[in-house]
């Protein structure tokens, strides 16, 4: 499985905050690994996604899946990561288990797809803390668009 490393990360990030941003720069979200099958990204813990006890918020945990799962959808729909007509894989559908929390470290989702449909694909995220312990279980249903035709 392909792995990011930092000059690659600070790349993507530069593109993100070139255009304007969005929740993962806001989360300090970071892919780790992906292919067309499974996607690791990871979240460390601060002020941008705790809740008021200091433990992570669970809207944070869930949208940490969300991108991870956004992520293997991508890769799932183009392998190469270079096919810029690639159709958004939209989330209709996102449902949650938490099942513990922490206050410190990273939170770390790791999204498989478990069926890839003409039009929809669905995704399984478990997020573990950096010690491995299960946070929660996010399964979510994405909904593939046609592609757009090609000029030529």
């Not at 600070?10 to 690994?33: F, H, M, T, Y």
């Not at 209709?92 to 099942?99: M, V």
């Not at 399984?124 to 279980?137: C, F, M, P």
Request: charged fraction near 25%.
């Amino acid at each position: 499985m392909p792995e990011y490393d930092d000059e690659w990360y600070e790349s993507w990030k530069r593109r993100l905050e070139e255009s304007g941003g969005n929740v993962i720069l806001a989360l300090g979200l970071r892919p780790i690994a992906a292919d067309e099958e499974h996607a690791v990204m990871e979240m460390p813990h601060g002020p941008n996604v705790r809740q008021g006890t200091g433990v992570f918020a669970a809207g944070a945990l869930i949208q940490l899946a969300d991108v991870a799962a956004t992520m293997v959808c991508f890769r799932a729909l183009d392998p190469s990561g270079e096919d810029e007509s690639t159709p958004f894989p939209l989330s209709i559908q996102i449902s949650a288990n938490l099942l513990r929390n922490t206050d410190r470290g990273k939170a770390i989702a790791d999204a498989r797809i478990v069926h890839k449909g003409r039009t929809m694909l669905v995704v399984e995220s478990q997020v573990r803390d950096d010690r491995g312990r299960l946070l929660a279980i996010v399964n979510s249903t994405h909904l593939v668009g046609r592609r757009r035709p090609t000029a030529g």
